[in-house]
């Protein structure tokens, strides 16, 4: 898996993820868990919709 996130994409994604998961379990609003998809995204710094769509954040080298 080639890396296709950037360093600010990544901070985005895991505060999401975050911040859906714990509103998740506060609330108990268990559709909120989705926030799982852009928290492991963010941590491997891969998006698979990335490759479908040919789109990458990282900077260019």
Do not use: E, H
């Amino acid at each position: 898996m080639k890396q296709n996130i950037g360093s600010v994409d990544r901070i985005v994604r895991l505060v999401l993820g975050i911040a859906l998961i714990a509103f998740a379990i506060t609330q108990q609003a268990w559709w909120a868990l989705i926030g799982i998809i852009p928290l492991l995204t963010g941590i491997v710094s891969f998006c698979p919709l990335y490759t479908l769509f040919g789109m990458s954040t990282c900077p260019r080298k």
